[in-house]
């Protein structure tokens, strides 16, 4: 099976940077597109920032200038550099992906668990 393995969230100061890590694992042929998503207590889960197979990239405004979404193909990593952090930032983070698992084969999307980012003031 696929699986998704998120780290490096944490407890930071507003103000400071995290650099969240998703390492796509298991049966994959190719990986369409890959993605961060967030969810804060009491709201709904959000698209944080997206990135295709071909480098475009999407972000919701409240991150635009602040975050930089980024990948690494040949270890099917996707990372989110996250800078200036404030405190409407804190939120569980999950890594999403499109994805084939063999040729010709139809697209899956794939959860990570999330991982936790707490931003104090």
């Known amino acids: 099976q696929v699986q998704l393995a998120e780290s490096g969230g944490g407890l930071v100061q507003a103000g400071g940077s995290l650099r969240l890590s998703c390492a796509a694992s298991g049966s994959i042929f190719s990986i369409n597109a890959m993605g961060w998503y967030r969810q804060a207590p009491g709201k709904q889960r959000e698209l944080v920032a997206t990135?295709?197979?071909?480098?475009?990239?999407n972000y919701v405004v409240s991150v635009k200038g602040r975050f930089t979404i980024t990948r690494d193909n040949a270890k099917n990593t996707v990372y989110l550099q996250m800078n200036s952090l404030k405190p409407e930032d804190t939120a569980v983070y999950y890594c999403?992906?499109?994805?084939?698992?063999?040729?010709?084969?139809?697209?899956?999307?794939?959860w990570g668990r999330g991982t936790q980012v707490t931003v104090s003031s």
């Open positions: 990135t295709s197979s071909d480098g475009n990239t």
């Open positions: 999403k992906a499109l994805l084939r698992t063999v040729v010709g084969g139809p697209t899956y999307q794939f």
